[in-house]
């Protein structure tokens, strides 16, 4: 692994099914972040981490809950997906303080 | 409250003119302030930041920024535009002041150079 990847790379979700978005960096970054980007909307924060075992809320949390179990990985979980959650979705880290993100290739997410 | 804007949904700019991507900003404090670079199905790449010091920046690929704190803006610049430039880019920041690493992106705007 090299930065940071994310699975599944497209997706097609019935509504109402749960659904987890995998993040995995191997940067040891402790700021891990979770984002959405609609078309006009740019990138709306979802949730963000500091650091393992602390999580926060972003813009737009709600339907949304992550974890950070450890300094690598950051899931996004969807616990009961909505029409409204199609999106384009982008996992990025940073290490603390005013450091640039890194961005991984995102997650294409449609719920019908 | 903290927000960007990016007032330009779409700039055109002929190959070899001089580009400008506009961002204004709003933070409480003393910001952080970052530019970015989306190619069509690929994921933000980093092009430069301001923390402090010097108002202008250069980053990668010939792109340079001004921070101008009395007009609360941080406009991306490049002498000499090249047809690769066409990309989505993107304006953010942050309060230096906030413990929690939050950033705010601007909505983006579409950057078109013909040849």
């Known amino acids: 692994i090299a930065g940071i990847t994310q699975a599944p790379t497209s997706q097609i979700l019935a509504a109402g099914r749960r659904m987890t978005l995998r993040c995995t960096q191997d940067?040891?970054?402790?700021?891990m972040y979770w984002y959405r980007q609609d078309l006009g909307l740019g990138l709306r924060l979802i949730h963000y981490?500091?650091?393992?075992?602390?999580?926060g809320k972003g813009e737009v949390p709600d339907g949304y809950s992550v974890s950070r179990a450890n300094t690598d990985d950051f899931p996004l979980t969807l616990a009961s997906a909505v029409p409204s959650q199609t999106s384009v979705y982008f996992c990025?880290?940073?290490?603390?303080?005013?450091?640039?993100?890194?961005f991984g290739p995102g997650t294409r997410l449609t719920v019908l | 409250a903290q927000s960007v804007a990016q007032p330009e949904d779409q700039v055109n700019v002929a190959e070899g003119n001089p580009l400008t991507v506009k961002c204004t900003y709003s933070?409480?404090?003393?910001?952080?302030l970052f530019w970015y670079v989306q190619y069509p199905n690929r994921g933000l790449q980093f092009l430069l930041k301001?923390?402090?010091?010097?108002?202008l920046v250069k980053g990668s690929y010939g792109f340079e920024a001004e921070f101008n704190k009395s007009q609360t803006s941080f406009h991306l610049k490049k002498p000499s535009a090249l047809v690769s430039d066409s990309a989505l880019y993107f304006c953010?920041?942050?309060?230096?002041?906030?413990?929690?690493?939050?950033?705010?992106f601007g909505s983006g705007t579409k950057l078109n150079v013909k040849p």
């Open positions: 981490s500091n650091t393992a075992g602390t999580t």
């Open positions: 933070v409480s404090g003393n910001p952080y």
């Open positions: 990025a880290s940073s290490l603390r303080g005013g450091h640039e993100q890194f």
């Open positions: 940067m040891r970054h402790n700021a």
């Open positions: 301001y923390i402090t010091g010097d108002n």
């Open positions: 953010a920041v942050r309060d230096i002041r906030d413990n929690f690493n939050k950033f705010y």
